[in-house]
């Protein structure tokens, strides 16, 4: 089945600096790559996702992208702000939603004012 | 997106005894899924809880202890049997609605088992 590895677990980044988290997978046949945000007590929330066919999607401050040869993608934060401390996962499915999500491990993402 | 409510939010247990989550969503989707969150880890699926038909369990996940209904295209209940502590965790639903979107999770249900 699939795997999917996350890194760095812990990220400590001054306001207003970037933030960078990496992924990889094993799974040739996964085609949708998610990324959630979860803050604490909360349910994970979708920042952005990335598809198979797409090799970068950005978002404002936010962008993914995806290198299907070396099985990784990345998770990009810029100009980092204080709400964006939380945890984040990223995930892949065969099948957009429709279909079993396989989690990383997840990043603790601290801003530093 | 969906909007997905459960109940309950939270409760304590006594180990030995069991839990029942109700998942509800605001219009029928195609597929829905109960994943754990252990205290401080990730999300892990324990099963696709499919209409009409027998739930299909992930590696390490037994009917017997998650037994899963799913009456129709909005509704699904996990049931956490025989509880003990290393039940404590956060349980999630989550739906997918069959077209090219992510999948959309529920509130949660924060459970601790003493």
């Known amino acids: 089945g699939e795997n999917v590895e996350q890194h760095p677990s812990t990220l400590s980044v001054q306001e207003g600096d970037s933030a960078v988290i990496k992924c990889t997978y094993s799974?040739?046949?996964?085609?949708?790559f998610p990324w959630y945000k979860q803050e604490l007590g909360k349910r994970p929330q979708l920042i952005i996702d990335?598809?198979?066919?797409?090799g970068e999607k950005k978002d404002q401050r936010i962008a993914v992208t995806l290198n299907k040869t070396a099985k990784h993608f990345s998770l990009h934060i810029t100009e980092t702000q204080p709400e964006d401390s939380a945890v984040y996962f990223c995930a892949a499915s065969h099948n957009f939603g429709n279909e079993k999500l396989t989690f990383g491990t997840g990043t603790r993402l601290t801003i530093i004012p | 997106s969906a909007v997905i409510s459960q109940k309950p939010s939270r409760d304590i247990c006594q180990r030995g005894t069991s839990l029942t989550i109700q998942c509800q969503v605001d219009s029928q989707v195609t597929m829905m899924f109960w994943y754990r969150q252990q205290p401080g880890q990730s999300l892990t699926l324990i099963a696709t809880a499919n209409q009409g038909s027998e739930a299909t369990y992930e590696s390490g996940f037994v009917i017997d202890k998650f037994p899963i209904s799913r009456p129709n295209l909005t509704f699904s209940t996990l049931t956490v049997s025989n509880l003990s502590p290393e039940d404590s965790s956060i349980y999630l639903c989550?739906?997918?609605?069959?077209?090219?979107?992510?999948?959309?999770f529920g509130p949660g249900t924060r459970l601790l088992v003493l």
């Open positions: 990335i598809r198979s066919n797409v």
């Open positions: 799974d040739s046949a996964s085609n949708y």
């Open positions: 989550s739906v997918g609605t069959g077209t090219q979107e992510t999948q959309y």
